[in-house]
């Protein structure tokens, strides 16, 4: 049975996907989580059938009683990790955005991580120790992204949310950092309705001094070192993960 043990959420495809697989490959008993049930089950099949340890949960992030039911059901006597990753971005002018709009992004990246995040503290507050990761984007930190209001103020949000719980409980031994992505080959943004789209990612190369989109990969590596105790003393932050685009941007 693994030492360690991690929770994802948005773990079916993308960034959380590769999130799973990485931390299985550094050992941890893995927990996906995902409303995408056919695809998380696949991810997890995949990760028992090379010898590791992972089960998967169905979970809408933005319904409290299955997120406290998700962890109350899986984390034994807690998570060593929490990767809080489950997110929506949805492309659309801001003045043609409603309320119900504006709440699901709002809900389900910024809400829908802080569920998470409360929901997996009291197991780690009990034990003095553990280590929370929430994904971000450089949208939420310093890049503007056109007719995607809601979906920077999401992240925007996140990153106070990290900065604010890594004061309240690093007294009692709790991590929280966030990553902040830059252009990712995921399927949001392989979208053309919601973001750039194959054409728009090869044409944003150009202002990426490493001269490459990014993998989910490249992520998840960051996850699972923030998540370790090679990160030890560090807490609050956000790790951009851009292959140097703020850098050339700016």
């Known amino acids: ?36 049930q056919p695809e998380g089950m696949q991810v997890t099949e995949d990760i028992n059938a090379q010898g590791g340890d992972a089960e998967f949960v169905f979970l809408d992030v933005r319904n409290t009683k299955q997120v406290n039911a998700a962890i109350r059901d899986t984390e034994r006597d807690g998570f060593d990790v929490v990767v809080a990753n489950a997110g929506i971005a949805r492309k659309k002018p801001f003045v043609e955005l409603d309320d119900a709009d504006w709440m699901e992004t709002i809900d389900t990246n910024l809400n829908g991580s802080m569920r998470v995040l409360r929901a997996a503290l009291p197991a780690m507050l009990r034990r003095k120790a553990g280590a929370m990761v929430v994904l971000s984007s450089i949208s939420g930190i310093a890049y503007g992204w056109d007719k995607h209001a809601h979906y920077s ?91 140097g685009l703020l850098v050339r941007e700016a």
Not at 17 to 29: M, Q, S, V
Not at 173 to 185: E, K, T
Not at 196 to 215: D, F, K, M, S, T
């Open 1 to 36: 049975m693994s030492s360690r043990s991690v929770f994802v959420t948005g773990a079916g495809i993308g960034i959380g996907a590769a999130c799973a697989r990485a931390f299985a490959a550094a050992g941890y008993r893995v927990v996906l989580s995902d409303v995408l």
């Open 153 to 243: 103020a999401s992240k925007s949000g996140v990153i106070g949310l990290i900065r604010a719980l890594a004061v309240e409980f690093g007294g009692q031994g709790i991590r929280v950092n966030g990553i902040a992505p830059g252009f990712i080959r995921t399927a949001q943004s392989l979208s053309e309705e919601h973001s750039l789209g194959e054409a728009g990612l090869q044409a944003a190369v150009a202002n990426i001094p490493l001269g490459r989109i990014g993998e989910p990969d490249d992520v998840a590596d960051v996850a699972v070192f923030l998540g370790s105790d090679a990160a030890r003393y560090i807490s609050g932050q956000v790790l951009v993960v851009d292959g």
